[in-house]
């Protein structure tokens, strides 16, 4: 299995204008983000029109390192969950099928997002596509080329299935299946952590703050479950705010049960050497610069390290890694 921290050519990346729904309003941070790609990185844009591929190409001209495909109709920015998972020259598709209590479950959506998404691999890479017959968001599968850390959700998903040697015998990773955190709902691990190298970690290091409690409590059974597992554990300092998103659920009560992902910096984009950190505007209050000792600290790791600020992506609910899909 092809981990994030292995080298990668292409990163891929949805650009929404056009899009038929409020991931359009994201436009401006795209256009930022594209320009901070490295040149040695192929970047690969989906657009839904002829007319978005055409504005696209005159407005990126100075950059050689991009491409521009179409593909009717697609509207999902979050790659990361949707496209599968790469491993030199094959790719692993499990089923794209998220089941949130934000969304209600539309089968027929997610089999075209499905279909869509194997068009987008077959038209820009050689590769074979493998089906996984289980439903797994990309975001639920943060591994090195050993073993693959998941949470529960990945049980809800699949009822009746052999979760851990369905994952062995398709990909060779053993799964480290772990509890979901007290108010996640979406259940996935890439907001908690990350690998920086085949041994060692990056997991949530959170403040000592009395909503943060049981948050807390978990990012420390991670971190023990980690070195459990033979992994050696750095920190990356998160500062998770309490901003609720609203969502259809609960539309008639005043609490939410998804949150802003604002304040998650180990949700990151890297390739290669660099590193693209979100940034967020944080309550002043905060005891730390969170913006800038993260950034500092990864630098210290060796990282060539860009920034960008996340404020509004983050109101969707994820951030930089889960809009990416890199090979």
């Known amino acids: 299995m092809t981990a994030d921290f292995n080298k990668c050519k292409y990163l891929f990346l949805a650009y929404p204008k056009g899009f038929l729904n409020e991931y359009e309003s994201l436009v401006p941070f795209y256009d930022q983000l594209i320009e901070l790609i490295p040149k040695d990185i192929n970047l690969i844009l989906i657009t839904s029109t ?7 190409t005159t407005k990126f001209r100075h950059k050689s390192n991009v491409e521009i495909i179409i593909i009717n109709y697609f509207d999902e920015i979050w790659l990361r969950d949707c496209m599968g998972l790469t491993a030199g020259d094959k790719i692993f598709k499990p089923n794209y099928s998220p089941n949130y209590c934000t969304l209600k479950k539309e ?6 997002i499905n279909m869509l998404t194997k068009r987008i691999l077959s038209e820009t890479f050689t590769s074979q596509i493998i089906e996984v017959p289980l439903n797994v968001d990309g975001g639920n599968f943060v591994h090195n080329t050993k073993k693959v850390f998941m949470t529960e959700k990945v049980y809800e998903d699949n009822p009746g299935k052999n979760i851990e040697k369905i994952i062995m015998d398709y ?3 053993e799964a480290i299946i772990v509890n979901r955190s007290y108010y996640d709902v979406i259940g996935h691990t890439d907001g908690y952590m990350a690998f920086k190298d085949e041994n060692t970690v990056f997991i949530s290091e959170y ?12 990012v420390n059974m991670l971190k023990t479950m980690a070195v459990k597992n ?13 901003e609720p998103i609203q969502c259809a659920c609960k539309r008639e009560k005043t609490r939410s049960c998804l949150f ?3 304040g998650v910096y180990v949700n990151y984009i890297r390739f290669n050497n660099y590193i693209i950190m979100p940034e967020y505007s944080l309550p002043v209050n905060s005891e730390i610069e969170y913006n800038w000792i993260n950034k500092k600290w990864l630098e210290s790791q060796g990282f060539d390290v860009l920034t960008i600020n996340c404020d509004q992506l983050a109101k969707f609910g994820g951030s930089l890694h889960c809009i990416s899909f890199q090979s």
């Open 260 to 262: 802003s992902a604002t």
């Open 50 to 56: 002829k007319k978005v591929q055409q504005a696209l």
């Open 207 to 218: 403040p000592n703050l009395p909503y943060l409690k049981k948050d807390i409590e978990y």
């Open 230 to 242: 033979g992994f050696d554990v750095l920190p990356i300092y998160d500062h998770p705010i309490d």
């Open 171 to 173: 990909t060779g990773l």
């Open 107 to 112: 089968a027929k959506y997610y089999q075209y």
